[in-house]
């Protein structure tokens, strides 16, 4: 993270009666930096960003946006006068209004260096680099979607504010459209050099997009990480199945004279050979988890190691583009395995699986 952070939030609180408690959330967002805060519906993300743009109050806790102190130790500076700009999931575009009368607004009711005389200069500099220059006079009525996205985001640069804050900016958008979006996003940031904090549910939005992730749950931030480190060292397994790992199944730590092993039913691995095992990991239930991409469908030999070998049922199969996906069942256990296009089984088939016990992450059940 570079030096001076642009956002500073410390301890930030906030309870909706007993229902919801944000409970002293902290977060850094530094110069042109994107950070992700990533968690299930609910968890407290929107009501974390409602506070740091300074439309929703919070009970305790300190902001600072750049240099300045927006909120705690007595102050609380309005909306209008804070150096962000804000998108939110259903743009809020007034559609009494044109193209350009929405995005000129934040000119006209914040605080901001821009001389009125270039305005409208402004307003088209800022549409021609969200390339939907030639709508400016077009009534909102009229705009697509994608369309409306982009007006909504350039009304919250027009300012040229330090910080970007963005509320599921695009879920509403069809899947096509998203993933552009995701690039475009990423490219702007590097051309105007804006910090942002991007609230999703999607976790692969934030690893696409993110510098920095903080998954968020229950009002709490419970881990943070870059990409990388979090898809593929997860502290938790809350994180891990958050992520997206779906191949999981629960197994008991039993201690032998030799050494624990984890009984899992269908499989039996020495603890210690796990690729990663979580910390309060100890004797009794543990969640364990393996990447479909590491399963193997077809007897391979790395050397060395106890490969697990497990013949199962094929119960689902399917081409996902550059791989095609098996779900073969143990029992009460599906593994999903991923494997090359040019394969080809049939529901009800006998297939037999190898992988390592070194690809097996291993966590408390409880976690
Ligand atoms: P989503 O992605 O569904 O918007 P979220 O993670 O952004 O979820 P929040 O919108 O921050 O979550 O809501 C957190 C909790 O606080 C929810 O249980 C919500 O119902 C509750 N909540 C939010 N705003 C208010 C409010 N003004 N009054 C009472 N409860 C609220």
Known sequence: ??????????????SFGEEFELSGVDITVGTDEIVALLGPSGCG?????????????????TIHVGDDLVEGDGVSIPPEARDVGMVYQNYAIWPHKTVYGNVV???KHSDHD??????????????????IGDLKDSPATDLSGGQQQRTALARSLVHDPGL???????????????????????????????SMLYVTHDQEEAF???DRILVMRDGEIVER?????????????FTRRFVGDRNRFTGTVRTTPEEERVDAGFIEFPLSSGDYVADDVGSGSVRCFVRPADISIGR??????????????????GLLGERYEVTVQFGETDLIVHTEPSRDFQQGDEITIYFEPGAIQVYDAAD
């Not at 993270?1 to 906030?14: E, F, I, N, S």
């Open 164 to 194: 970007l804050l963005l509320d599921e900016p695009l879920s509403n958008l069809d899947k096509g459209l998203r993933k552009h979006m995701r690039y475009e996003l990423q490219r702007l940031q590097h051309e105007i050099g804006v």
């Open 114 to 131: 821009v001389p009125k005389d270039r305005y409208e200069e402004r307003v088209q500099e800022i549409l021609d680099l969200v390339e």
């Open 225 to 237: 990480g870059s990409p990388r480190e979090l898809y593929e060292r997860p502290k938790s397994s």
């Open 45 to 61: 993300k929107t009501t974390a960003l409602r506070c740091i743009a300074g439309v929703e109050s919070p009970d305790n806790g």
């Open 1 to 14: 993270m570079a030096a001076d952070p642009q956002l500073a939030v410390t301890g930030l609180t906030k």
């Open 105 to 107: 607004f934040p000119l």
């Open 208 to 210: 696409y997009l993110a």
């Open 300 to 317: 391979f030999d790395p050397g060395g190691t106890d490969i697990l070998e497990i013949t199962g049922t094929v119960v689902a199969d």
